[in-house]
Each structure stands twice: as C-alpha cells, then as structure tokens.
C-alpha cells in the first residue's frame, strides 16, 4: 500500500499516512477518509453527462418548487402556521399541474400554461386539512365583473369544527378567512386583492351567506382564493384575544384558482417594484422571489424548442375554472 501511494505522490496525486496509521485524501480514483472512527475507502464517483431529456425534466421539477415557494409565502397571512411536508407536497401539486397542461412542452411551459384545478384543495397545513377540521359546504363563483362570490353553508362550531389531534380545546372565538391573491409568473410579482373575516362565538351560530371578494387583477393574472379557520382564546381581565392557532393545527387551503384572462410575455428583467409605478397599490404589491423564469431562459438558450408541440399559450379556458363555473371544494379534494 505504502509503495503504491508513493507510486501516486510521485504523479501529484496526493493521499497521506497520519501518525496513527491512517490514510487521508485521494490516490487515484480512490478516496479515502475518516468516518466514525474508521477508516473509510470510497470510489470515486463518475461524471454522468445529462441529456436533454433529465434537463428538460430537472428544469420543470425546478420551476414548479420555485413556483410552489411563491405560493407559499403569498398565503402565509392565511394559514399562519404550515407543517413540515408542506414543501414537498405544495411542490408536488405544482408539479402535476404542470404535467396536466393542456398547452405548452417541457422546458416551454409556466404555471400560466398549467390546469388549475389540482391547484384546489392544496392545503398548507398537512395535519389539519380543511376538509376534514371545517365541516361546512362552500362553493365559490365568478361573476361577470369578475369577482369571487363565496358561498358559506349554516357555520355551527361546536358541530362543525372536527377536534382532530392538536385541537385547541380553549376555543371560545373562531373565524373563517378568505384571502384572495394574484400572481403573475411571468412579469415575477403577485398583489392581495381583498381579505374578509368571518368571526363566530363557539356556541353562536352563522347563518348560511354569500361572500363578495375583489378579484379583479391585472390581465396576466392568476387569482387565487384561500379559506382558512383561526381559532382565539380570551385572556381574563383584559379581554383581549389571542390566537391558537399552532403548526399542529392550523387549517387552510386553496379553494379557488383563475387563469390569467391574457398572460404577458416573460419580463426580459425581474420585476421592481417601486412607489412612483404603483402610488395606489405599492403596499399590495410584492416582488415574488420566482426563479422559474430564469430557469426558463437558460434552458431555451440551450435547446430548441420540441419540433410539433405548442409553444405556452397566452390564452386558455379550463373546465371548471372559467368564469361563472362554480367549484365543489368538497368534490375535488377526493
């Protein structure tokens, strides 16, 4: 071993003997180190070339990850509190939506090109799902002036919040949220368009009602809707409310998504936000930290387009998601 490892210093391929025996570094194509103790041999490992295909494949999973982390952080103010698979399942949705796409090909195509309808039921917090803690119909609408008209069934808490593990049991005021968000992937900002609460003392009860969110958003657009369900607790003396709501219990999910009415062209640079573009909605709008466009870009500067298929649409309608379709949460989270 010894002359062997003289044999590579010689070539400049270095490894070396501690003073306890022990061989340290590279000889050869055999890597050797110190692992608890011992003394670890390893080959060292191949350089595979990746084909157009794992990079066109890489690049979707990429940009649907991205895309997801977006939609996460849009709709923290909503689920306040996500669990720890909530990276890879968001992700996983995404993902599928992609795949499901009726227009546009691998390394070509955005979550403008993508079926929004296994964006619904996404939910942030995989230990409380809303379906299963919130035990009321709702069912969601656009109108013609292309707002969201929210129905809510008869909302009793005692019966219909389902005391699932990590249940606050020191309720005594719930509250229904509705948060409308639109996002723009391509131009790389997203803006709240409205936030409504529903607030009902545990042995009150909400009569059935029909909500009225804003949503009309800039034309490349996508509008998402949320409900989520915020549990407080009134501290003694003072009267004040506080909020219960934990990462193993805080119930939220998607419960409505819009395509874009026209989505614009990628932006040639990332989106700036600035007051004097937008002196009336500068604190509504965010930056959104995408980097699936970029992702995009490098991979079209390698290759081609496929030969055939269609490039990303800027105009689709999706079954179920058009304007004055309503939509079964109940129904399409089975």
Same mark, same amino acid.
């Given at each position: 071993?010894?002359?062997?490892?003289?044999?590579?210093?010689?070539?400049?391929?270095?490894?070396?003997?501690?003073?306890?025996?022990?061989?340290?570094?590279?000889?050869?194509?055999?890597?050797?180190?110190?692992?608890?103790?011992?003394?670890?041999?390893?080959?060292?490992?191949?350089?595979?070339?990746?084909?157009?295909?794992?990079?066109?494949?890489?690049?979707?999973?990429?940009?649907?990850?991205?895309?997801?982390?977006?939609?996460?952080?849009?709709?923290?103010?909503?689920?306040?509190?996500?669990?720890?698979?909530?990276?890879?399942?968001?992700?996983?949705?995404?993902?599928?939506? =992609?795949?499901?796409? &009726?227009?546009? +090909?691998?390394?070509?195509?955005?979550?403008?090109?993508? *079926? !929004?309808?296994?964006? @619904? #039921?996404?939910?942030?917090?995989?230990?409380?799902? =809303?379906?299963?803690? &919130?035990?009321? +119909?709702?069912?969601?609408?656009?109108?013609?002036?292309? *707002? !969201?008209?929210?129905? @809510? #069934?008869?909302?009793?808490?005692?019966?219909?919040?389902?005391?699932?593990?990590?249940?606050?049991?020191?309720?005594?005021?719930?509250?229904?949220?509705?948060?409308?968000?639109?996002?723009?992937?391509?131009?790389?900002?997203?803006?709240?368009?409205?936030?409504?609460?529903?607030?009902?003392?545990?042995?009150?009860?909400?009569?059935?009602?029909?909500?009225?969110?804003?949503?009309?958003?800039?034309?490349?657009?996508?509008?998402?809707?949320?409900?989520?369900?915020?549990?407080?607790?009134?501290?003694?003396?003072?009267?004040?409310?506080?909020?219960?709501?934990?990462?193993?219990?805080?119930?939220?999910?998607?419960?409505?998504?819009?395509?874009?009415?026209?989505?614009?062209?990628?932006?040639?640079?990332?989106?700036?936000?600035?007051?004097?573009?937008?002196?009336?909605?500068?604190?509504?709008?965010?930056?959104?930290?995408?980097?699936?466009?970029?992702?995009?870009?490098?991979?079209?500067?390698?290759?081609?387009?496929?030969?055939?298929?269609?490039?990303?649409?800027?105009?689709?309608?999706?079954?179920?998601?058009?304007?004055?379709?309503?939509?079964?949460?109940?129904?399409?989270?089975?």
């Amino acid at each position: 071993m010894l002359i062997y490892l003289a044999s590579l210093n010689q070539n400049n391929i270095m490894a070396s003997i501690d003073n306890k025996g022990r061989i340290h570094g590279k000889a050869g194509s055999v890597i050797y180190r110190m692992y608890r103790g011992k003394n670890i041999m390893q080959g060292k490992p191949r350089k595979f070339e990746q084909t157009e295909g794992s990079i066109r494949a890489s690049t979707e999973f990429g940009l649907s990850s991205s895309a997801a982390a977006a939609i996460r952080r849009a709709f923290e103010p909503a689920y306040i509190h996500r669990d720890g698979e909530a990276v890879s399942r968001t992700t996983q949705q995404v993902y599928r939506s =992609l795949r499901n796409s &009726l227009s546009g +090909s691998i390394g070509q195509r955005d979550l403008h090109d993508a *079926n !929004l309808q296994d964006l @619904l #039921g996404m939910d942030f917090n995989g230990a409380s799902p =809303l379906a299963e803690v &919130l035990q009321i +119909s709702h069912s969601v609408f656009r109108n013609a002036e292309g *707002n !969201l008209e929210v129905s @809510l #069934g008869r909302f009793k808490p005692k019966e219909d919040v389902k005391k699932a593990a990590g249940y606050p049991d020191s309720a005594s005021r719930y509250r229904i949220r509705l948060m409308v968000v639109a996002l723009d992937f391509r131009q790389e900002y997203l803006e709240y368009l409205d936030i409504k609460d529903l607030d009902v003392h545990k042995t009150a009860v909400m009569e059935a009602q029909t909500i009225t969110l804003n949503a009309k958003a800039d034309p490349g657009c996508i509008v998402m809707l949320s409900m989520s369900l915020l549990m407080y607790d009134q501290v003694p003396h003072t009267c004040e409310y506080v909020l219960l709501n934990t990462k193993g219990f805080s119930p939220c999910a998607i419960i409505g998504a819009f395509p874009a009415e026209q989505a614009a062209p990628m932006a040639a640079k990332p989106f700036r936000l600035s007051k004097e573009a937008y002196p009336d909605r500068h604190e509504k709008i965010q930056e959104m930290g995408y980097d699936g466009n970029r992702l995009l870009k490098e991979f079209q500067n390698k290759y081609k387009p496929d030969q055939g298929l269609t490039t990303p649409s800027t105009q689709r309608q999706q079954t179920g998601c058009t304007l004055g379709k309503k939509l079964s949460f109940n129904k399409l989270t089975k």
